[in-house]
DNA sequence: AATATAATAGACAACGTGTTAATCAAATTA
DNA sequence: TAATTTGATTAACACGTTGTCTATTATATT
């Protein structure tokens, strides 16, 4: 016997399952309200007496895990983490909880950043890492101060973008080959590498 | 007096120019034919005469600026230019003409890149990026090999992003304040420079 | 001047939307 | 157990957008 609240939920959920599953093959403005109702198997009444629309769903299914991403971020570095730790690559930590909460949101973070998914919610998560960046360094080292005369909005898109593409490919990548572990690694390589390193073009001295 | 071709050219132009002028407020699936015909100012039924309907629109938009974006790659990099020349820098021209080529088309691309934009198109041309880097490394080492034990596709996701980032953060930067030749500078040092030399956390000896 | 073609204006059915009212079903409460 | 509350269902409705069509006007071509 469920609760009430666990019929609302259960109905929430379904809604918010298929969702995931028509926006695999459907971009968000082919997806209609009937799609969502007629696979989560619910009327569609009963879709509006739980959201406005097929907009107010979408935000709401971005504020949810958008909110939790921040959380993670709040609470993700350690405090006693240092400037001499995080030159020494002791932000693998940090990487390892983003990669868990990718991995645990998988489906979902696939549709939203996937090709039928939502430019405005990379971007506003793209936004929280960049935030996040700066504040540690500016935590870690008094005053963020950029090198290279690179404009900080650039600096910052540059270091975020790393992270995001490769977290990115591997939400496309159907064969799911890659472990966790193997995923942190990778970012970790991203950052400590430059592209031209990556591609094997250059070679410092 | 404009010649028949001349009147349609002038038809299909204002309707794109409505697409882009209206894309900067809606996203794709909140724009309306009635929308594009009403900014551009011809009659509903015209728009119908030449594009089957919205996506067809959008997709004649895409394959237009993705075709173009593709001749450049194909004929940006100078035959002249060899590994050494790569390994110095001389990356340089290419990278001029893509920075010149999104400035010619800069409206459009904000569009299709920003947050109202289309997922698929930014997957499109990052693709198209990825295949000419990947060609040209063959065509300059032989054979394309990559150090660091990365996944190939990681490794061109990475360098391709880097190049993508900072065009998108120059797209979508209003104030519009960098060159066209700061703007090639930026890029230059996003591919020589790693991300954390970028934040200038390390320091390499 | 006659002809061909682009553009217009209006009407039309089809479809998805969002709302409402009546009803059913299940959990909660007395 | 019985009464009540609340979530879910069903069907109907007006509304707006869509894509099509026809008749008509405007303009370029011959």
């Known amino acids: 016997m469920a609760t009430h609240q666990e019929r609302i939920t259960q109905t929430e959920t ?3 399952d298929a969702l995931v599953t028509v926006g695999k093959k459907k971009s968000l403005d082919q997806i ?3 799609d969502l109702t007629r696979i989560s198997g ?11 629309d097929k907009e107010d769903l979408m935000t709401k299914v971005k504020n949810s895990i958008s909110s939790k991403f921040q959380i993670l971020l709040d609470t993700g570095i350690d405090d006693t983490m240092n400037y001499q730790e995080l030159s020494s690559g002791q932000l693998y930590p940090m990487i390892e909880k983003i990669v868990a909460f990718v991995s645990d949101n998988k489906a979902l973070l696939g549709f939203l950043f996937g090709s039928n998914g939502d430019p405005a919610f990379a971007s506003i998560i ?9 504040g540690e360094l500016k935590r870690v080292k008094g005053t963020a101060t950029f090198r290279s005369d690179l404009p900080k909005n650039y600096a910052l898109c540059i270091v975020t973008n790393a992270i995001m593409s490769v977290v990115l ?8 080959s890659l ?7 990778i970012i970790m390589r991203a950052l400590y590498l430059s592209p031209y390193e990556v591609l094997g073009i250059t070679s410092r001295k």
């Open 32 to 34: 209609t309200v009937s």
């Open 126 to 134: 793209t936004d929280k890492l960049q935030k996040a960046i700066l």
């Open 169 to 176: 490919t591997w939400l496309g990548d159907d064969s799911d």
């Open 14 to 16: 379904s809604i918010v």
């Open 179 to 185: 472990s966790e572990e193997e995923l942190s690694k």
């Open 42 to 52: 619910i009327s569609r009444g009963t879709f509006y007496l739980h959201y406005l």
